[in-house]
């Protein structure tokens, strides 16, 4: 085994602290990295205060890996040390249900194991995430990193960059398409880079009057300040689609309002509480409200590579790991530009 320092919360809502744990030695099909970079997302936080219920502790959150291949298993075919590599959200998966054969492994019917606050697919070992030094990951569930990209920029790629890139492709979002996107955050940010390099015209939604110059920068055309009434009168009806990555709880019948006839609203923010939706925010324009989960690990590659091709990366600020408390609470705030990253060297 490897013993591997971390950071972790021992209980929920406890403060992140200095912690140790046992990684695996590399099996065959392994790949071990020695983590570089990994980002903050705020599903990490919901996790870490157990928001969603059911969390495993002691965590070690993190799922926007990337780092350098130390050691790879006799049977690896893809990496050789030296490599930039990257982990997302999941580590494994059955890899035989029809989910994971059409490349959906986050919809495994068996269950993904997720990269930390899960199990490994023996149900037993628990996983544990990238607020640590090192990981080792079936090459299967490794991701190649464009040498394009900056490591730490291209961290949060592994999350916030599928999460918003799958609903954008799954909705054939492309050249006219108008795409709101609510909340301007990590996921939020990536939403506008991407949709905007699609071809999409973007409308930034967000509580924040001073994030609209940033909006702009990262490739919004519109703004819309969403504490201001008059916003969903003037969009109303205006958006194929609206992504949502609002993380707090809202009025999903409000942003419905401003989807078009046919149109969607894809959530991918996860309130802690559920909403209520009115049938007549449905019914009036046939529109769909709809939701998605991360991406299969096939999508995942994919993205990376389209990002590598359009020089894509999270706008980041990069942090020593005994700031993690620090992060969380300005996260809650709004207050991130628009990635935290860890800087694994400081741990
Ligand atoms: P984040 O960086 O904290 O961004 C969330 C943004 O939402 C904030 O910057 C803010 O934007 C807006 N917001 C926050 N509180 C709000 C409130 N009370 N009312 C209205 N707007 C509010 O979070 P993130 O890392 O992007 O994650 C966003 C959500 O997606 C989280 O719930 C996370 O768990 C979830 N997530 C889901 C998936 C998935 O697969 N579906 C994957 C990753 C994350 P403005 O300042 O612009 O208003
Ligand atoms: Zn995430
Ligand atoms: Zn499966």
Redesign the pocket.
């Known amino acids: 085994m490897l013993r591997t320092k971390a950071y972790a919360a021992l209980t929920p809502g406890a403060p992140l602290v200095p912690w140790e744990f046992d990684r695996r030695d590399p099996g065959e099909r392994d790949v071990l990295i020695d983590i570089e970079y990994c980002g903050v997302?705020?599903?990490d936080i919901?996790q870490a205060r157990d928001e969603w219920g059911g969390a495993l502790f002691p965590m070690v959150p993190g799922h926007e890996i990337i780092g350098r291949v130390a050691k790879v298993g006799a049977k690896v075919t893809r990496f050789k040390v030296g490599d930039r590599a990257g982990v997302g959200?999941m580590v494994d998966s059955c890899r035989d249900c029809a989910p994971c054969r059409r490349g959906l492994e986050q919809f495994c019917v068996k269950g993904a194991a997720f990269s930390y606050n899960s199990t490994e697919m023996d149900r037993k070992t628990p996983t544990y995430g990238g607020y640590s030094k090192r990981i080792a990951c079936d090459e299967a569930f490794t991701l190649k990193i464009p040498s394009s990209l900056d490591p730490a920029g291209a961290a949060p790629l592994l999350?916030?960059g599928i999460?918003t890139y799958s609903p954008l492709r799954h909705w054939k979002v492309g050249k006219g398409s108008k795409v709101g996107v609510?909340?301007?955050?990590?996921?939020?940010h990536m939403a506008v880079k991407l949709g905007a390099a699609m071809g999409a015209e973007v409308t930034?939604l967000?509580?924040?009057p001073s994030?609209e110059g940033d909006a702009r920068r990262l490739g919004a055309a519109g703004f819309g300040l969403?504490t201001d009434p008059a916003t969903f009168k003037r969009l109303a009806g205006r958006f194929d689609l609206i992504i949502d990555?609002?993380?707090?709880?809202?009025d999903y019948n409000a942003y419905l309002s401003m989807v078009t006839i046919d149109g969607a609203m894809v959530v991918?923010?996860?309130?802690p509480a559920p909403t209520p939706v009115h049938a007549f925010s449905l019914i009036q324009g046939r529109r769909t409200l709809a939701?998605?989960?991360?991406g299969g690990i096939p999508e995942t590659q994919e993205m990376l590579d389209f990002c590598g091709e359009h020089r894509i990366v999270s706008d980041v600020e990069v942090i020593p790991i005994a700031t993690i408390n620090e992060a969380y609470q300005r996260?809650?705030k709004?207050d991130?530009r628009?990635?935290f990253v860890i800087d694994l060297a400081t741990l």
């Open positions: 997302c705020h599903s919901h959200c999350c916030a999460t609510v909340g301007l955050g990590g996921l939020g930034m967000s509580t924040s994030k969403t990555t609002i993380s707090a709880p809202h991918v923010g996860v309130p939701g998605s989960l991360i996260t809650l709004s991130v628009y990635r």
